[in-house]
């Protein structure tokens, strides 16, 4: 079952901004017990690690393709977690994936997207040039 709801995506102008928002639909599912990890996927390729944060989160990663544009952060107490995107670009465009890991430790999650089970369903980023 999907629990995990990705919001957010749209058409945006490059070199603009976007937020994406994941959250659990699941009232028993606490994101604060998970570290939650961004991939996306573009038509044709491999789906890409973009970003991930601990569980209290104190600790991030990001891939070299988004690093000093995108952030991620979340907020425990409203189940939420974020990925802001600054100055996109085109090859940006993607369907974008929330995931999560449970986890006791205060560990990021991992860039394997065969290390998760728990998934969203995506939302379109598309970014015009």
């Known amino acids: 079952q999907v629990w995990l709801v990705e919001s957010g995506g749209g058409l945006v102008q490059a070199g603009n901004s976007l937020r994406l928002s994941c959250t659990s639909s699941?009232?028993?599912?606490?994101?604060?017990?998970?570290?939650m990890t961004w991939f996306r996927q573009a038509p044709g390729k491999p789906r890409e690690f973009v970003a991930t944060?601990?569980?209290?989160?104190?600790?991030?990663n990001y891939g070299d393709s988004v690093k000093g544009r995108f952030t991620i952060f979340r907020d425990n107490a409203n189940n939420m977690v974020y990925l802001d995107m600054e100055s996109l670009k085109p090859e940006d465009t993607a369907v974008y994936y929330c995931?999560?890991?449970?986890?006791?430790?205060?560990?990021?999650?991992?860039?394997?997207?065969?290390?998760?089970?728990?998934w969203g369903r995506g939302t379109q980023v598309t970014v015009s040039s």
């Open positions: 995931a999560a890991m449970l986890t006791l430790t205060s560990d990021y999650g991992p860039t394997n997207t065969h290390s998760y089970t728990d």
């Open positions: 699941d009232s028993g599912r606490a994101l604060s017990l998970y570290a």
């Open positions: 944060t601990n569980r209290n989160d104190g600790k991030r």
